[in-house]
């Protein structure tokens, strides 16, 4: 095996620990392939998150453990304390728990649902806890590994929330990193806001023909649709509106008692999504008001806040030169993930991808192909170092 370029320090430990990263690298995506072939659907990621505990005790962690909520903790050293980095990735997909998710391998090209989002930011988080304890790295600020739940869709961060909620162990936390997908060019310092809500008509329903002319709710909905997606949006902040899901009703010869419409609003502006929110509630009510027979309800079933890191802050300015060293072009972006929460916050908190290239994300054709792979978690152990510090060996 050729060992690539590597990222210079003059700390033989740190050299070693790189060396290690692109020599274990099957042992990366062996990791990567069993997490993902483990169902981890919204709200059913227990089972997964087992196996990465397992994983953690493996890379030499003595504490881990889970949460009220289901995230996998581990702290190094043993004892959690004040002004950790938390390091992060997360454990659910966007799948059915009845989905296929087995994993075929063709070379360096890996086929499976969830295999690159996020099965291969945990698999690169369980490698950099191997080399940190192959070589005894110890950090000068201690660190939290997390597996979060809920990342994904109608978890809305819940696990990540939690962590940093009241009591949650991110409450003392210093700075965030979260791993998620492939790449290694790209460094989230802004978190895309979102706020999803869920709209529900109803009436009387009835027959088709005998009843027609009875107020129909889906016809009330389709109105409220159709005046949704005509709203003038803001480009700057860019500004979304989805109309992403319906359903309802019982049969084609019937007029329906009950139908429902979730929308998903985006915005890095938090003025902007406030805005929408009086915008959408004034329609909704309009539209509902003109049926004395219907009823209805608008009700926010997801908020996952915006936020954004400071560019000059030490741990931003660490996963750029640790991306630069590598010989890569950095580029600061904008995505919604689980550092969406600590960036709301106030805390400094930043996005990584995870070596590889990727596509077809949330499809049951996802796929990674591991260009570059060994890079991802060099990247991420580099970024980890620069910022928490080494201990000086004992």
Request: aromatic share 4%; hydrophobic share 40%.
């Amino acid at each position: 095996m050729t060992t690539p370029s590597l990222p210079t320090t003059s700390d033989p430990r740190i050299t070693s620990a790189f060396r290690f990263l692109s020599e274990t690298d099957e042992e990366t995506l062996d990791a990567q392939i069993e997490l993902s072939e483990i169902p981890a659907p919204p709200f059913g990621e227990h089972e997964r998150g087992l196996r990465l505990a397992k994983f953690f005790r493996a890379a030499g962690i003595s504490d881990v453990r889970r949460d009220e909520v289901g995230n996998v903790l581990a702290s190094r050293p043993d004892t959690p304390a004040a002004g950790a980095l938390i390091v992060s990735a997360h454990l659910d997909t966007v799948f059915p728990a009845e989905t296929d998710v087995s994993v075929t391998r063709e070379s360096d090209l890996l086929r499976g649902p969830g295999i690159s989002d996020d099965a291969r930011g945990l698999a690169c988080m369980l490698a950099v806890a191997r080399a940190l304890d192959a070589f005894e790295l110890r950090t000068k600020r201690p660190l939290l590994f997390v597996g979060t739940v809920g990342e994904e869709g109608m978890g809305d961060l819940r696990g990540v929330k939690h962590l940093f909620g009241r009591g949650g162990e991110g409450e003392r936390a210093d700075a965030f990193i979260s791993l998620d997908g492939a790449g290694l060019d790209r460094i989230v310092v802004r978190g895309l806001g979102s706020r999803r809500y869920r709209i529900v008509v109803a009436g009387p329903g009835g027959h088709s023909w005998v009843d027609w002319g009875t107020a129909n709710p889906l016809h009330t909905l389709s109105r409220i649709g159709s005046r949704l997606v005509s709203l003038p949006l803001p480009r700057e902040p860019q500004t979304t509106l989805t109309l992403a899901r319906t359903g309802g009703g019982t049969s084609i010869n019937a007029i329906p008692q009950e139908v429902w419409l979730e929308i998903d609003t985006r915005s890095s502006a938090g003025s902007h999504l406030e805005a929408l929110q009086h915008q959408i509630r004034d329609i909704v009510d309009e539209e509902i008001g003109r049926e004395p027979a219907l009823r209805g309800s608008i009700k926010i079933v997801g908020d996952r806040p915006g936020g954004e890191s400071d560019q000059g802050h030490p741990l931003v300015q660490a996963a750029l030169h640790a991306t630069r060293e590598l010989g890569r072009l950095p580029q600061l972006a904008l995505s919604s993930t689980d550092a969406n929460v600590p960036m709301a916050l106030g805390l400094p908190a930043i996005t990584l991808g995870c070596g590889g290239d990727a596509g077809l994300a949330h499809t049951t054709d996802e796929w990674y192909r591991n260009v570059d792979g060994p890079d991802g978690p060099i990247r991420a152990l580099h970024t980890i170092l620069l910022y928490a510090g080494v201990a000086p060996a004992e």
